[in-house]
């Protein structure tokens, strides 16, 4: 009896807390904190890692580093300056935490500062002029490798007051425009050596080239980096790996000839890693310059001294990141499958792949200490990212920034589908129901679309605005067409100088697909999505008319407005040839801007104001097509931003534009269901 009135009480207790949480508002979006960067100390003992947060008084992103006990009972705030610090590293020692803010900087550049965890406030290291964007630690814990950009000069001097008009900028380069950096000019960034006694930084790798990742042999001796040291190199992604004794003077040594990026910094990840014996390099080989990034990379390993590399992932055909050696000799990777991102492990002599941290989950990076300890961050549709320890291959929550938040929300279920396009090919997605769904009901429902084109949705928490629009009321639908990663390299370039063709009838079968299953109510349907999302997005609304209302952010209509004005031509002359040479193509490609008088679905184009990725002249234009056919219509510009908002305040005021446009054309009498309850 007292079992069973104990088995109700707790039943009774779990249901009152599911009736007092409420479904995703905006307010909740501003309140979940972003984990990443994950840290091991060198005895394992400890993880530092980096919390991002919204800072609503003075709207911004604010991070703040904090560290949690190996076993999990002790977790310490490092940092909380209101300046934001990132990219904690550890000492050989395992004493100090290094890490970049911009605090205390007048020009707002990140500095290098170390950080004491016996206790004590933090020191600044670096006074760079153009700051630090990226740093690693000698072995001997006395030395640090600094990737360094030539200063600016134009930018104020501290002290000045004097108002000066600034000056012309002067372009002569190939690639000359970068989202977030602006106007490319001749300033390149190089590998420095600082001196922690002095704090003194010395120029190791002067030239007209740009490095990257530095990373240091076991004994102190050398660093490795990543550059594309040929003619013209603004020409080319072909990426190779470097080694340069660690003093002035020295001469860089190439390591790699292979013609693709190997380890290509625009692909994200770690610097090559040094075997533990100094003897070897394990890095990620790119795959063909002549497939751009529709083609698959493979982990491959280098002999430190020169050599032939060796491919470890022959045949896997997935995309690969961030190798590391683990104490027993292995390859660590992060690999990427059909909506997951695993951590698996390789030999370095090659053969039989195993998968460390599988699942339908993504683990989006991780750490190694010396003693082979190993702490992922991983996340799930119903799991905001967050830090664990990985014991005898099962997961172990070490951090808990998020656990609040999840107790007070009511998440929508998120489900993977998987359906046949108008050719047999299968494509896979996912479907997300109101969380008070009704079987039975058709629902107004939205076809989000992802950015790449070479990109796909995961089984993670990053499309946390899909539990926004279920709140609402709205069915979300997600759909990973032929573009998409995960599914091998022909998979991906299936959409070759072909934009909006195979993919617009890929993800329309999923629209199919949902109405045919009695979910998708056929009017009152919607479309949208980001950078390629909203590229696709132009280009299926110009293809079918069945969209009652879209979303177009930071796309394009128009591919020959992005030539010379974005940051793609490169790209753009190997995919799609020269304007000039191949105008077929390039108007091919063009389908929705030479097409706009078969649009009649209702619109909304956003767009940054210094968007470099994909600028704001493509959403001009297609919304200015679109007025001059008398089209509903409407084009906000954020002033400020890139093609990534950095102002929260923008980006809630996005959402809540992108809610009123879908929930005016999508609910009857234009009234959407309730935010909250």
């Known amino acids: 009896m007292r079992a069973t009135l104990v088995l109700v009480i707790v039943c009774w207790s779990a249901a009152l807390q599911a009736q007092q949480r409420h479904t995703v508002t905006l307010d909740d979006l501003d309140a979940l904190r972003e984990v990443s960067d994950p840290q091991l100390s060198p005895d394992g003992s400890w993880v530092a890692y980096s919390v991002s947060a919204v800072d609503t008084v003075h709207d911004r992103d604010d991070s703040d580093i904090w560290m949690t006990s190996w076993d999990g009972t002790r977790t310490v705030q490092l940092t909380r300056s209101p300046a934001g610090e990132h990219t904690p590293r550890w000492s050989a020692d395992g004493r100090y935490v290094a890490f970049l803010s911009d605090r205390d900087d007048p020009h707002e550049s990140d500095q290098l500062w170390l950080l004491d965890t016996s206790g004590g406030e933090a020191e600044r290291i670096t006074s760079l002029p153009a700051g630090v964007s990226d740093y690693a630690w000698a072995p001997d814990g006395k030395r640090i490798a600094l990737i360094a950009q030539d200063p600016d000069p134009d930018a104020p001097v501290e002290g000045d007051t004097a108002r000066k008009t600034a000056r012309s900028i002067v372009i002569d380069r190939f690639r000359f425009k970068a989202d977030e950096e602006g106007y490319v000019t001749d300033r390149r960034s190089h590998l420095y050596l600082l001196d922690l006694a002095t704090h003194r930084a010395v120029l190791l790798t002067p030239g007209d080239y740009d490095e990257a990742y530095p990373s240091w042999s076991p004994d102190g001796r050398s660093i490795a980096f990543v550059s594309r040291r040929r003619p013209e190199p603004d020409r080319t992604d072909n990426f190779d790996i470097y080694v340069v004794d660690a003093r002035p003077g020295a001469e860089p040594r190439q390591l790699t000839s292979f013609p693709g990026g190997d380890n290509d910094p625009g692909w994200g990840g770690r610097a090559p890693t040094w075997s533990p014996d100094g003897r070897s390099l394990a890095y990620v080989q790119g795959g063909p310059l002549s497939l751009l990034y529709y083609a698959t990379q493979n982990v491959a390993v280098l002999p430190a001294a020169g050599g032939t590399a060796k491919v470890l992932t022959p045949g896997l055909d997935r995309q690969v990141l961030s190798p590391a050696w683990s104490r027993d000799g292995s390859v660590l990777f992060l690999l990427e499958d059909d909506r997951v991102y695993h951590l698996a492990r390789v030999s370095p002599g090659g053969g039989p792949i195993e998968r460390v941290v599988d699942g339908r989950r993504v683990v989006s990076d991780f750490s190694v200490s010396q003693g082979g300890r190993i702490a992922v ?301």
């Open 377 to 677: 961050v991983t996340s799930t549709p119903s799991e905001p990212a967050e830090v664990y320890a990985v014991d005898n291959g099962r997961l172990r929550r070490l951090s808990h920034q998020n656990d609040a938040w999840l107790a007070r929300v009511r998440l929508a279920s998120v489900e993977e589908i998987s359906f046949k396009s108008f050719d047999g090919t299968i494509i896979n997605g996912f479907v997300v129901k109101p969380p008070d769904y009704q079987p039975g009901r058709r629902y107004p429902t939205i076809l989000r679309l992802h950015g790449g084109p070479v990109w796909q949705l995961f089984n993670d928490f990053a499309n946390v605005d899909w539990q926004l629009y279920a709140a609402r009321g709205y069915v979300v639908l997600g759909v990973n067409p032929r573009g998409s990663s995960g599914r091998g390299q022909d998979f991906q370039r299936a959409i070759w100088a072909a934009w909006g063709e195979k993919d617009s009838k890929d993800v329309l079968a999923g629209v199919d697909y949902l109405v045919a299953s009695g979910v998708a109510d056929p009017e009152r349907l919607g479309v949208g999505g980001h950078s390629y999302g909203g590229i696709l997005t132009d280009q299926v609304i110009a293809r079918d008319r069945r969209f009652k209302a879209a979303v177009s952010d930071a796309g394009q209509g128009n591919a020959i407005a992005g030539y010379g004005t974005d940051q793609y031509a490169v790209e753009y002359e190997t995919e799609l040839g020269k304007p000039w040479e191949k105008p077929d193509t390039w108007r091919r490609n063009s389908y929705p801007f030479f097409h706009a008088d078969r649009i009649v679905t209702p619109t909304l184009f956003i767009c940054g104001e210094l968007d470099f990725n994909v600028p704001l002249i493509n959403s001009e234009q297609m919304y200015q097509a679109l007025k001059s056919l008398g089209r509903d219509t409407e084009l906000v510009i954020y002033p400020g931003q890139y093609h990534e908002f950095h102002t929260p305040s923008y980006r809630h005021d996005r959402y809540e534009r992108m809610l009123a446009w879908y929930g005016k054309y999508l609910h009857p009498g234009g009234t959407p269901p309730p935010t909250t309850r």
